[in-house]
């Protein structure tokens, strides 16, 4: 997608979200060479902080391939910002509904007319302690090995310092003015699966792999190594009721 396909609704959304991006925060983009310059793709991005989607597509906005992403339904319905998904076509995610199939379709719709769908593969901001990279949903990969696209791993860093998720204060922290990364990477090799039957464990296996590139990504921005093991929110919660139990019952 050239700029000239960019679109008056997500040209509307720059024109009010850049400017305080610009003047709010230092930004520090690398890897934008790795964004397809036509065809349909898939970003597959870690998420931090609830400002990091705005940090995200002022990167991949900057290099004239706009990303669609996959939205809670009810954003649809709330005003204004209801408007503006719908105006720059993000898709709507209806959860445990009959319609639970149509954000997969209109994913797979989108990147066969040449687009970029974008993908939280933890599904929500990351648990992690450390705030790395959790457990991945095999959303992403279901659709990449239909697809046979390419899939590009981002990692992202600095909104999380701004707006840390779940702090008990729910502060911004503007200042000292900070930096926002966004770092993409080469794509992701997941030829190996694309003639194999796509059980539950070739899709896990293959949502590994990707979790584990953007992960690698953000070791490099981070310059720091992250857990040998990602974080399982699943697990975790299981293990704090089972802990829970336990004390009841002594």
Known sequence: ????????????AAVIAKPPLLVLFKRDWRGAEHIPVDGGFITAVNHNSY???????????????????LAKAPLF??????????GTRQIPVY?????????YRAAVGAIERGDCVAFYPEGTITR????????????????ALETKVPVIPVAQWGANLVMPP??????????PRKT????????????RFYDREPTPEVLREATEVIMSAITGL??????????DEPWDHGKAREEQRRKAAGEGHK
């Open 95 to 103: 959860r445990e509904t009959t319609n639970a199939l149509d954000a």
């Open 166 to 175: 779940y702090a008990e204060e729910n502060k911004v922290r503007l200042f």
């Open 218 to 227: 953000l070791e490099d921005v981070r310059g720091e190594k992250a857990p």
């Open 128 to 143: 992690d302690p450390g705030m790395w990279p959790m457990a991945g949903k095999t959303g992403a990969a279901r659709i």
């Open 51 to 69: 400002l990091d989607p705005l940090s995200y597509a002022h990167f991949q906005y900057n290099t004239g391939r706009v990303p669609r992403f």
């Open 180 to 191: 926002l990364i966004v770092q993409a990477g080469p794509p992701v090799d997941l030829s």
């Open 1 to 12: 997608m050239s700029r000239r396909k960019i679109g008056f609704w997500y040209r509307l």
């Open 77 to 86: 319905s709330t005003p204004f910002v209801g408007m503006m998904l719908r």
